[in-house]
């Protein structure tokens, strides 16, 4: 089963930017498929931005410009940067990978953006 550690949320001001990342384990991590999701309160998870596992990126709309994913497969991490923050953007968000066998989720950060 491979296991997702996500860190880099917390509290930040309307404009401002953080840096999400996702480190996974498993020895074939540039196979995965691998996205960021966020799910704000009384909301569905909704997917922000992802990989697929033939590599192509999409990004939801309402980041798009704002927000830039990659990979780094050497060290199994998959990241979101998350500029030109908005109060709207405020959610938990969960970094996802997916094979078509399984697929796995980590516990999730915090955003918070708020002035």
């Known amino acids: 089963q491979v296991q997702l550690v996500e860190s880099g949320g917390g509290l930040v001001q309307p404009g401002g930017s953080l840096r999400l990342s996702c480190a996974a384990s498993g020895s074939i991590f540039r196979r995965y498929a691998m996205g960021w999701y966020r799910q704000a309160p009384g909301k569905q998870r909704e997917l922000v931005a992802g990989?697929?596992?033939?590599?192509?990126?999409n990004y939801a709309d309402s980041v798009k410009g704002r927000f830039t994913i990659s990979r780094d497969n050497a060290k199994n991490t998959v990241y979101l940067q998350m500029n030109s923050l908005k109060p709207e953007d405020t959610a938990v968000y969960y970094c996802?990978?997916?094979?078509?066998?399984?697929?796995?989720w980590g516990q999730g950060t915090q955003v918070t953006v708020s002035s």
């Open positions: 996802n990978a997916n094979t078509i066998a399984w697929s796995a």
């Open positions: 990989f697929s596992s033939g590599g192509s990126v």
